[in-house]
């Protein structure tokens, strides 16, 4: 699906965030930034080997990435020119700032974009997978933090990058809930 926020597209698409041709493509790392499974994994065997060296030079000069926080590295092989690594929240109950840290997560991946001069990106969902974070909620405060920042400045295209079909239907459900035709 397609909406516009100002003159942002959003857009939501059902497939694999590693062959996508935005400027950027969000990987959700983990603190460490020393690779995991799910979308991080991914990212690093389609982008090879640069995009962690990369990653350690950071962990050498600021000793990784908190929580809700996000950092920059190059695409290496990828045909996104950037990676930008943020860190979701791990699910604990809803009691931890959960939901303040995911949309810290998605907040300061776009800051971070706009800084770069990016106007085109990408995220997967954050924190739905191995960290737990349940779909729907996660959705609705994905959708919410994208149109805040829309609201307050321009990209050309942020696209969400869905893996299965009821993600994919949680993000746009979360549009259609925020945006009323
Ligand atoms: N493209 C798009 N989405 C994907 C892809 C892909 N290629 N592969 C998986 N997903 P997860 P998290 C979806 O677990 O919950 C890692 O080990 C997946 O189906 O990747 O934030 C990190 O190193 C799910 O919907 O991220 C961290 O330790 C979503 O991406 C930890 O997992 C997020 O699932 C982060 O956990």
């Given at each position: 699906?397609?909406?516009r ?13 590693t062959t ?41 000069r600021q000793?990784?990435?908190?929580t809700?926080?996000?950092v ?19 699910w604990?109950?809803g ?10 997560a ?10 770069k001069g ?8 954050i924190?739905?997978g ?17 149109l ?8 050309e ?5 869905l893996?299965?079909q009821?993600?994919y239907?949680?993000?746009?459900e979360?549009?259609e ?5």
């Open positions: 699906m397609e909406v926020s100002g003159k942002t597209l959003i857009r939501t698409v059902l497939g694999d965030i996508q041709t935005t400027e950027a493509i969000v990987n959700a790392a983990n603190s460490g930034l020393l690779g995991g499974g799910g979308v991080d994994g991914a990212i690093h065997r389609a982008g090879g080997p640069q995009i962690m060296e990369e990653c350690k030079e950071i962990r050498a000793g990784g990435c908190p809700g926080q996000a920059i590295t190059g695409g290496g092989r990828l045909k996104a020119s950037y990676v930008i690594h943020t860190v979701g929240p791990v604990s109950g009691n931890r700032q959960e939901d303040e840290l995911l949309r810290s998605y907040w300061s991946s776009l800051a971070l974009a706009r800084e990016i106007r085109t990106i990408s995220f997967p969902s924190s739905t191995v960290y737990h974070f349940p779909v729907e909620r996660a959705a609705r405060i994905a959708v919410k933090t994208v805040d920042f829309t609201g307050e400045h321009d990209f295209e942020i696209r969400f990058v893996f299965d009821r993600t239907r949680a993000f746009e979360a549009i809930e925020q945006m009323p035709a």
